[in-house]
DNA sequence: AATCCGTGGTC
DNA sequence: TGACCAAGGAT
């Protein structure tokens, strides 16, 4: 690919004339670039602007986040998704405080080895906030690079990455890699969108060869995507004596360590009534009866589409009277006895969080 | 290499 | 409505 470096400048002017305002870009500190970068992995700039703002103020630097509890960190991520990225970050904030006197390494080998951050975003803290010649490829470079120099393999698999990574490297104009790298992603997400992109407004029109070829809709070279499996699952808002039963999730798997209802897969043949009190029982040795069913929320996560099921449900037989019992736990780490409305200081998965908003202690209290 | 890990927006 | 997909990383 040495044909075309010609279409960088109009990109870099390109950007000059229509970057976003994002916060991050006022003085491209470190510490923020770094949280920016984590938080837009696998989502959108625009959504990650809100949530960028809000933590920015709860832990304004690297000391007050490696500071703060992990419950407030993944708190503050709550909604975000991938929670691995809030422990990672949490993580690592700690050990700059250990490892790099509380300083943000600069050299993208100290800041590849801080866990959460891989190839991209080593490459983007960098070049963004160190001025460092590295390339950062994202999904909107491989995009961008895809449609210009008409790469013909999958951008995902292993031979077409290192394709793009070559041109990427190879098009770095030295001393510039903020403004390319940015440029790049920055005219993927705005202009050569995955879908309709605006080539009448491309200023890189004259030099794409997929536009050259009128096979922009051909590339990238697309990874058929993986079958998404429809789940039913119970969950219950366990209420006795004014108070909610709540349990921390193992640290491992899906949602490690946020807070949830118990609850789980409703077995072929089996009522969402019947699952919810039966994983009751597996989870916390609860015994539990329905008191109403409070909706039926539908949200996606990762390949899984779900129907969660939710109730409101209260002890069966003899409940001792007020008192609290303690439950066996088998699939969390810890459990409370929560008030209604402290239930919005805990991070929750989506689907727990919807619930709870949907009701925000109106109907169990 | 393949799988896991979330969520919400878009068309 | 449902399929696709986004400033990826870890194992």
Redesign the pocket.
Known sequence: MTEQNAFIPLLLDWFAAN??D?PWRRAYDPYAVWV???M????????VVSYFNRFMELFPDIAALADAPEDAVLKAW????????AR?LHAAAKRIMTAHGGVFPGELAAIRA?????????G?VASIAFGRDAV?V????Q?VLARACDIDVPVK??AGKTRVMEIARALLPSSRAREYN?AL??F??LVC????PDCAACPIAGACQAKHLGIVSDR?V???????TPLNVATGVLLHADRIFIQKRLA?????N?WEFPGGRIEPGETPQAAVVREFREETAFATEVATKLAVIR???????VTLHCFLLRLAGESNGNALPTPELTAAQQSRWVRPDELAGYA????H??LIDQFDGSLWL
């Open positions: 970057k976003r994002l920016s970068e984590i837009a992995q696998q989502t959108q700039m625009d959504r709550e909604g975000l998704g991938y929670y691995s990225r990672n801080l866990p959460g951050i891989g190839d991209y975003t080593a983007a950062a994202d999904a909107n470079v995009r698999e292993p940015e992603m920055e993927g997400a969108r995955p879908k309709n990238p697309l990874t058929k995507a993986k079958d998404i491992k798997g899906a949602w490690g946020l949200h996606g996560y990762t390949t899984f589409r929750f998965p989506a689907g969080r919807k």
